[in-house]
């Protein structure tokens, strides 16, 4: 596919499109966005787009039509125009714009390049996970077991080089605020092709399976692997404590938005709901962008606190009232109007007041 889309091709009620990896130049024309109304997941990542949108409020190009939108890829573009109301879409949850001319290139690294030389097996390597932008195995470092990601060159969710310079800029303090960084960099011979990261406790699980074509953009929380699939009050508070203090180094300290702020991309223990933040796969620096990204992300926290209460065990007393207010902060973080929404560091205090109600 190359040039430009034809939107007559399109179903009105198409509710997701994949364009990944093609040769699109123009994402743009007559009707375009008006075609894509009901679109919930949009997938435009490795393409030759230039501009995204307009705002001319005469239905060319207006991405404001696009009011179902939950999930836009758009990374490894040609990008120097993102039109400012993709980020006062009122569903718009999680984006990726990384690999574009319109943000950093050159993004500081915290960490330093270790030679593949450097690792050697353990007497059982074991598979720890593996996602869209790579699979993750032990290794043995300095006498030391870590965790090693090889990195897919081209994702849905963005490039290899933008992953690695994220990873980059988290370092290893990452790991302090709940957030899985690294400890350096993969080097084989010229080529980066990884990262290498501390092993994480033993015995931690994905908190949810990742959607499927059919769930479209909600987690899977049905697997044998997430135990009953009830929750208590105290694990859902240490849950959603854990990641927003994640996102608060991230957007606060990194300057990073996660951009995939789901709960299949999070390693929980099941006896406490402590829990990381991983996979920087469609992460982005965000630049001019700091506060829009910011009420991006709480949206994410706003639908992962919709998921939990759905789940929590909810008993007569403290735990009705918990779940009152959590009810109340959940629609604050998802409300339509974007500038209406808390502040990160604002649903962190509210979380830690909430405590004092199973304290």
Avoid at 36 to 65: A, C, P, W, Y
Wanted: proline share 4%; charged share 25%.
């Amino acid at each position: 596919m190359a040039g430009e889309i034809d939107a007559g091709s399109i179903p009105p009620n198409l509710v997701h499109l994949i364009l990944t990896n093609n040769k699109i130049e123009k994402f743009d024309g007559k009707n375009l966005f008006r075609r894509l109304k009901s679109v919930r997941k949009l997938m435009l990542s490795h393409n030759r787009i230039t501009s995204f949108g307009s705002d001319d409020g005469e239905g060319t190009n207006d991405v404001s039509q696009l009011i179902n939108l939950e999930l836009l890829r758009i990374a490894g573009n040609k990008l120097t125009y993102l039109a400012p109301a993709i980020w006062t879409l009122p569903k718009l949850t999680w984006l990726t714009i990384s690999g574009n001319p319109l943000l950093n290139k050159n993004p500081p690294r915290t960490v330093p390049q270790i030679d593949i030389t450097s690792l050697t097996d353990p007497p059982i390597i074991t598979k720890l996970g593996e996602g869209a932008s790579g699979q993750v195995r032990t290794y043995l470092y300095r006498g030391n077991e870590v965790a090693v990601k090889i990195l897919h060159g081209v994702t849905s969710d963005g490039r290899a080089e933008d992953e690695l310079a994220i990873y980059g800029m988290v370092g290893g303090e990452g790991k302090l605020h709940r957030v899985v960084g690294c400890i350096g960099t993969l080097l084989d011979g010229e080529k980066e092709m990884g990262i290498v990261m501390e092993r994480l406790p033993s015995g931690l699980d994905d908190l949810a399976d990742p959607p499927t074509i059919v769930e479209v953009t909600k987690d899977r929380w049905d697997g044998a692997e997430h135990g009953s699939g009830v929750f208590s009050s105290s694990f859902v508070l240490n849950t959603l404590g854990d990641v927003v203090e994640a996102l608060m180094y991230l957007h606060g300290k990194v300057g990073v938005a996660h951009g995939d702020v789901y709960a299949h991309n999070m390693k929980v223990d099941r006896k406490t709901g402590r829990l990381f933040l991983l996979d920087f796969g469609a992460a982005y620096v965000v630049g001019k962008y700091a506060i829009e990204a910011e009420r991006l992300e709480v949206r994410a926290v706003g639908v992962l606190i919709g998921e939990l209460f759905d789940r929590m065990v909810v008993r007569e007393g403290h735990s009705m009232k918990l779940r009152k207010s959590l009810v109340k902060l959940r629609d604050r973080c998802v409300d339509g109007n974007v500038t209406n929404r808390p502040t990160l560091r604002e649903v962190h205090t509210n979380l830690s007041q909430l405590r004092t109600l199973i304290a």
